[in-house]
Nanobody, 121 residues
Framework: QVQLVESGGDLVQAGGSLGLSCVAS????????MGWYRQAPGKQRELVAT???????KYADSVKGRFTISRDNDKNTVYLQMNSLKPEDTAVYYC???????????????WGQGTQVTVSS
């Protein structure tokens, strides 16, 4: 099994910055694309940003130019640097990855428990 643990969520004022981290641990053989998603109250979970093992990135239009995703493959960690935060960025942020448990094994999808980010106006 693979466990994802997020950290870094906090209350911040609009215009401020915040950094999130997510560490993957457990008996995985390999980790593929890692990403951040978020879910605001009353809304569906949405993509924020993803990053492949080769560091190719993808961002939601709403965060382009403000958020930066990165990863450290040696530490099985993905980061999300959030700048110029807006009240509409308020949500629970979830880490997600796909991973295999053995060489040549199937890929499985894993989610973290989430970390709350609140941006005050």
């Amino acid at each position: 099994q693979v466990q994802l643990v997020e950290s870094g969520g906090d209350l911040v004022q609009a215009g401020g910055s915040l950094g999130l981290s997510c560490v993957a641990s457990g008996s995985m053989f390999s980790i593929d694309t890692m990403g951040w998603y978020r879910q605001a109250p009353g809304k569906q979970r949405e993509l924020v940003a993803t990053i492949t093992t080769g560091s190719s990135t993808k961002y939601a239009d709403s965060v382009k130019g403000r958020f930066t995703i990165s990863r450290d493959n040696d530490k099985n960690t993905v980061y999300l640097q959030m700048n110029s935060l807006k009240p509409e960025d308020t949500a629970v942020y979830y880490c997600r990855t796909t991973a295999s448990l053995s060489s040549g094994g199937s890929m499985y999808l894993y989610w973290g428990q989430g970390t709350q980010v609140t941006v005050s106006s």
